[in-house]
Nanobody, 129 residues
Framework: QVQLVESGGGLVQTGGSLRLSCAAS????????MGWFRQAPGKEREFAAG????????LYADSVKGRFTISRDNAKNTVYLQANSLTPEDTAVYYC??????????????????????WGQGTQVTVSS
């Protein structure tokens, strides 16, 4: 079972950037498909970005495409989310998640929340106008 700890959230002005990190422990990180989700106040949690187990393939929600970049370093057991050109609409708690998928599918990113088995505690991102 893998444990996930997010960091890097904070308060930033509109147009600013943040780099979120998610450190994994307790499992073989390289076999997990990873994702970032976010939950804004009063809204349901939504998919933001996903990355396959080997890092070659990524997937983004339309709302963040072109502004956010997901990456991973399997040697450091860490997945990142570089968030640029932030707006107040990006204000949310950002969650890291890990999906343990069939060997034949784990290189493909996935956006379905139910596919993810393990979740971090979240990190708050607040964008001021």
């Amino acid at each position: 079972q893998v444990q996930l700890v997010e960091s890097g959230g904070g308060l930033v002005q509109t147009g600013g950037s943040l780099r979120l990190s998610c450190a994994a422990s307790g499992g073989i990180f390289a076999i997990y498909t990873m994702g970032w989700f976010r939950q804004a106040p009063g809204k349901e949690r939504e998919f933001a970005a996903g990355i396959g187990s080997n890092g070659a393939r990524t997937l983004y929600a339309d709302s963040v495409k072109g502004r956010f970049t997901i990456s991973r370093d399997n040697a450091k057991n860490t997945v990142y989310l570089q968030a640029n050109s932030l707006t107040p609409e990006d204000t949310a708690v950002y969650y890291c998640a890990a999906a343990l998928r069939n060997l034949y599918f784990r290189d493909a990113p996935v956006k379905v929340e139910d596919e993810y088995n393990f979740w971090g505690q979240g990190t708050q991102v607040t964008v001021s106008s």
